[in-house]
Nanobody
Framework: VQLQASGGGLVQPGGSLRLSCAAS????????AAWYRQAPGKQRDLVASITVGGITNYADFVKGRFTISRDNTKNTIDLQMSSLRPEDTAVYYC??????????????WGQGTQVTVSS
């Protein structure tokens, strides 16, 4: 399984970016997907997650600003980020759990995309 993350870049505080994670497998086989982020010198933190049923969960530090979604037609897991702050600067990674059978799950990471919030 390959995950291709895109959409990162440089944005001013208060701006918006949309990250996209394109999966090489059908999005319907992804039972769980999430976006993580890692700033220099810090641990990798969960930002947002979404289940196959569309149930979402957000870290407190992005609630009300970020929205995670699944696009079944484009086969992507997207993260819409608004009201960006300098502290949102990090490398963002997508992570998925693929279901191959009733008791067979595998976890995969994308390569990361840099988000820099700065004036």
């Amino acid at each position: 399984v390959q995950l291709q993350a895109s959409g990162g870049g440089l944005v001013q505080p208060g701006g918006s970016l949309r990250l996209s994670c394109a999966a090489s497998v059908s999005i319907r086989s992804i039972s769980f997907a999430a976006w993580y982020r890692q700033a220099p010198g810090k641990q990798r933190d969960l930002v947002a997650s979404i289940t196959v049923g569309g149930i979402t969960n957000y870290a407190d530090f992005v609630k009300g600003r970020f929205t995670i979604s699944r696009d079944n037609t484009k086969n992507t897991i997207d993260l819409q980020m608004s009201s960006l702050r300098p502290e949102d600067t990090a490398v963002y990674y997508c992570n998925v759990e693929v279901t191959y059978g009733p008791t067979w799950f595998e976890n995969y990471w994308g390569q990361g995309t840099q988000v820099t919030v700065s004036s």
